[in-house]
Every structure is written in structure tokens, then in C-alpha cells.
């Protein structure tokens, strides 16, 4: 279920004999599964802060405690203590369930456009405090979209659409034929680019 490499166990173990609690282990749980912004949270668990219903997984010299609602999550979670190329050293996790599963061969095209819009396009447009939302998606595979954030009002949204959603959409969701903004730019509050800036 969850692998949690030697190094990483030794790394733990040393930190766990420094606080010296007895029966102290270490807490694994995800934080807002199933969206973009999932994580996964580690920390110490002293025996009376368990709740009960954790899963317990015997490492070398402690426990490692997943959160009962957080076990789906986090199968296959791969927890590892690296060193990096500069020397440093890094606790790393690794859980690909935890922002949830792409939707399958046998999803609909608009449950297709949806993963695709919060778990790879809105991401990368919160960097300029922006992000999409679908508004609707024709049976004939056209896509529109409501630009929001830094994007509303934007003077790139055109070629964001184009250049970037579009694209994007239409190489990873099978039957988008286009993509369309149903956005009034004009309303914008706070544009990354003000209009008539850009070019």
C-alpha cells in the first residue's frame, strides 16, 4: 500500500529518538484529496493524539499512522529521504492518487474537459492569478469558457485561449472541436495585462 524506503525510515527514526515520547510514531494523512491543490501531510503523532481508526504501517523503530480517510488517497505512496544533486538532502512523497484518477476510456467528454480544466490548465494559470471555469460543452464538442481572476479582462486572454487552453483541450479530450470564451473582458477588476496593454 505504502512503501517507505530505508532511508526515509532512518530519517524518521533518528527524529522520533531526539523527541523521546514514548510510543511517539509519525502521521501520514492528505490534505484536500481529490482537487489541484491536494498534499500530503506529515507529522508526529504521540499515542493519546491517535484517533483510533488509523491504518498502521511497522517501520523500522516506529509506526507510521495513515489517516483512516485519507488510505484510498494514499495507496501507493512512495515516501523517500533523497540527496539531491547539490547535496542536500530532502524528505520526498509521492502519491499518485491524491488530486484523484483521470477519468477513464469510458468518461464523458465533458467530465473529460472538467479534469483536464482544474487539474492541468487552471493550475498554470493561477500563477498570474487566473483560472477558467466551463461554462458549457455542446454536443458537437465546442467548449466555453468563463475566464476569472487575473485572466478576466486580461489584453493574452485571446492567445491564452488559443495558444494554451485550446490546445491543451483539444489534444487531451477526444472530441473538442473548439474552445470559445463566454467572458464579458470589459468587467474585469484586476487584469494580469490591462487591454490595450498588450502587443
Not at 501507493?76 to 492518487?97: H, M, N, R, W, Y
Not at 487552453?165 to 463566454?182: F, N, S
Request: charged share 20%; glycine share 12%; net charge negative.
Amino acid at each position: 500500500m505504502i512503501q517507505i524506503s530505508d532511508t526515509a525510515q532512518s530519517y524518521f527514526r533518528k527524529l522520533i529518538e531526539r523527541e523521546a515520547v514514548p510510543g511517539m510514531g509519525v502521521r501520514l494523512s492528505a490534505v484536500e484529496p481529490g482537487t489541484p491543490r491536494a498534499d500530503a501531510r506529515l507529522e508526529f503523532a504521540e499515542p493519546t493524539e491517535l484517533l483510533g481508526d488509523e491504518w498502521a504501517v511497522d517501520c523500522d523503530g516506529f509506526t507510521l499512522y495513515v489517516a483512516a480517510t485519507s488510505v484510498a488517497w494514499l495507496d501507493g505512496a512512495e515516501i523517500d529521504f533523497v540527496t539531491q544533486s547539490a547535496g542536500t538532502q530532502q524528505l520526498t512523497i509521492k502519491a499518485p492518487k491524491i488530486k484523484g484518477e483521470a477519468p477513464g476510456d469510458a468518461a464523458s467528454m465533458v467530465e473529460c474537459v472538467h479534469w483536464v480544466v482544474e487539474n492541468e490548465i487552471n493550475p498554470q494559470l493561477a500563477s498570474h492569478g487566473g483560472r477558467v471555469a466551463v461554462q458549457e460543452v455542446s454536443a458537437d464538442g465546442v467548449v466555453l469558457l468563463r475566464f476569472g481572476g487575473g485572466c478576466h479582462g486580461c489584453g493574452m486572454a485571446d492567445v491564452t485561449l488559443k495558444q494554451g487552453i485550446e490546445k491543451t483541450l483539444m489534444g487531451r479530450v477526444p472530441g473538442v472541436t473548439a474552445v470559445r470564451d463566454a467572458t464579458d473582458h470589459g468587467s474585469g477588476q484586476a487584469p494580469y495585462i490591462p487591454r490595450g496593454s498588450a502587443g
